[in-house]
């Protein structure tokens, strides 16, 4: 099984929800910043910041920890 980035799973959870960097970072509460050193600069995000998408998309919440 190929395994995901960070980058990758948050790109793929926007997408599925149909959503913009700036829709997204307003649902989660994530800064724009935030987002796009993720997904464009490959910066692992902290703790806080998947929590908080976690939360606002529990759905999404073992694919973004584990990719699956």
Not at 7 to 25: M, N, T, V
Not at 36 to 53: A, C, F, I, N, Q
Request: hydrophobic fraction near 35%.
């Amino acid at each position: 099984m190929k395994s995901t980035t960070f980058a990758e799973r948050f790109q793929k959870i926007r997408e599925k929800e149909g959503l913009s960097q700036a829709e997204f970072c307003e649902l989660t509460g994530i800064s724009l910043g935030t987002l796009k050193g993720v997904e464009h600069r490959g910066r692992d995000p902290r703790g806080s910041t998947l929590e908080k998408v976690a939360i606002a998309r529990p759905r999404y919440a073992k694919f973004l920890l584990l990719g699956y």
